[in-house]
């Protein structure tokens, strides 16, 4: 079972830009390349911040603005003053969130969630720049067709959990849900495929429609092991 990671789904041929790069010269690389940020660099390579429409746009906003410090937030300064900022130093988002390109499609999707971003630079070991990877690039693991997936769960998962062919468990799958029927000899094996199925890269969803002879939640906590098996 191939298990999906940054490197396999992050865009390599990244646009980035230098600190000192000029206000308009960030929005025409926006706007010609039909991208909504790009890394900052140094002149090493490595990853100091990041630029995006919405640093951008505190100009589009409040064009020539100058407020009374002592009136307004921190974050209302910070916006102003990016507001007024001629260089990307001046508008740039830092520190910035980054992720290892060997780190997995999950851990990326929860580091989003997390920090709430939209997208993460990708860096090598020594923080410099190898691409960047975004949102709707983690989608990519759900273009898995329904077959891939079918093997996977086939060839992968049950002979993992019973130890032998599952000859007695099928599996269907149909746009991206996986379907499990048959009949396994403990509860926990059961338990412990539909788990695994549902990691599968490109599964939507599992329904568990095993059935098993033992239920051997009830020695849980005790020295009376069940071993698993097929019925």
Request: aromatic letters at 4%; one cysteine or more; charged letters at 30%.
């Amino acid at each position: 079972m191939k298990l999906w990671r940054v490197d396999d789904v992050m865009t390599r041929d990244v646009v980035a830009v230098e600190v000192g790069t000029p206000y308009r010269t960030v929005v025409d690389l926006l706007v010609g390349r039909r991208i909504s940020a790009v890394p900052v660099v140094d002149r090493s390579q490595r990853v100091v911040g990041i630029v995006s429409e919405a640093d951008l746009l505190h100009k589009v906003e409040a064009p020539g603005t100058v407020r009374p410090w002592f009136r307004f937030s921190r974050r209302r300064r910070a916006e102003d003053a990016k507001a007024a900022g001629r260089t990307v130093e001046n508008v740039m988002t830092a520190p910035v969130v980054t992720i290892l390109p060997s780190q997995s499609v999950a851990a990326a999707a929860r580091r989003m969630h997390d920090v709430k971003v939209k997208r993460l630079p990708v860096e090598d070991d020594l923080g410099r720049l190898i691409g960047i990877v975004t949102r709707s690039d983690l989608l990519k693991i759900h273009l898995c067709s329904d077959s891939d997936i079918r093997r996977d769960v086939t060839d992968e998962v049950l002979p993992h959990v019973l130890g032998a062919p599952g000859a007695t468990v099928r599996v269907e799958t149909r746009d991206g849900v996986v379907t499990l029927r048959g009949r396994v000899h403990v509860r926990a094996a059961a338990q412990r495929i539909v788990s695994l199925a549902g990691q599968v890269p490109g599964v939507v969803d599992v329904t568990d429609e095993l059935t098993y002879d033992v239920d051997d939640s009830i020695f849980v906590g005790s020295d009376r092991g069940m071993p698993f098996g097929v019925a």
